[in-house]
């Protein structure tokens, strides 16, 4: 059995990169990680982001991603796919 057949159904970590790094002054993403299930991932950002940093990183389904990438890149800010956990 293929251990990403179902890599889709995964959560993603990932973290908004600034604009300031980048000619075109576009956001982009970075993930940092994939979990079975969200609160692995939010207990990821709490446990392994230092304090300072976690209002930057965001949780979201994996097949969500592309979406989440062009809502960002857009100009949006934030995407409605993605959620920021509450600590």
Same mark, same amino acid.
């Given at each position: %059995? ?73 100009? %949006? ?11």
């Amino acid at each position: %059995m293929n251990n990403f057949e179902n890599f889709n159904d995964c959560w993603a970590v990932f973290g908004k990169l600034g604009v300031e790094d980048y000619d075109d002054r576009r956001a982009r993403v970075s993930v940092v990680g994939a979990f079975v299930y969200p609160c692995n991932a939010e207990d990821f950002i709490r446990l392994c982001i230092p304090a300072e940093n976690r209002d930057r990183f965001r949780v979201c389904r994996v097949s969500d991603l592309p979406q989440v990438r062009e809502d960002i890149a857009a100009g %949006m800010g934030e995407s409605p796919k993605a959620y920021k956990p509450i600590f």
